[in-house]
């Protein structure tokens, strides 16, 4: 059974930075694609970025294109997020998911186990 456990979110002012880590156990981590996704308050899942098996390919979602960086460490089966440049509107859980498969995918179908999920919270 995959467990995926979320941390780094917290409260920053707006323009500020945080790294959101997602450690992954039960699966081999290095196999598959990994996401990034964030749902605020009376809205819907939204994607926010991923990456594949290797890291070779990342995608972004146009609001974080240029501030959010994801990344991976298959050592520590381990998934990031970098966010920069925060902006009020950035406020939400942020969860991350696995996927079914290596290849990059940004469906949320796709991604068959997801992590409980951090607030990050942008103050203006």
């Known amino acids: 059974q995959v467990q995926l456990v979320e941390s780094g979110g917290g409260l920053v002012q707006a323009g500020g930075s945080l790294r959101l880590s997602c450690a992954a156990s039960?699966?081999?981590?290095?196999?598959?694609?990994m996401g990034w996704f964030r749902q605020a308050p009376g809205k819907e899942r939204e994607f926010v970025a991923a990456?594949?098996?290797?890291?070779?390919?990342?995608y972004y979602a146009d609001s974080v294109k240029g501030r959010f960086t994801i990344s991976r460490d298959n050592a520590k089966n381990t998934v990031y997020l970098q966010m920069k440049s925060l902006k009020p509107e950035d406020t939400s859980v942020y969860y991350c998911?696995?996927?079914?498969?290596?290849?990059?995918?940004?469906?949320?179908?796709?991604?068959?186990?997801w992590g409980q999920g951090t607030q990050v919270t942008v103050s203006s």
């Open positions: 998911a696995m996927a079914g498969a290596g290849a990059l995918v940004t469906d949320p179908a796709d991604f068959g186990s």
């Open positions: 039960g699966r081999t981590f290095s196999s598959y694609a």
């Open positions: 990456i594949s098996w290797s890291g070779g390919s990342t």
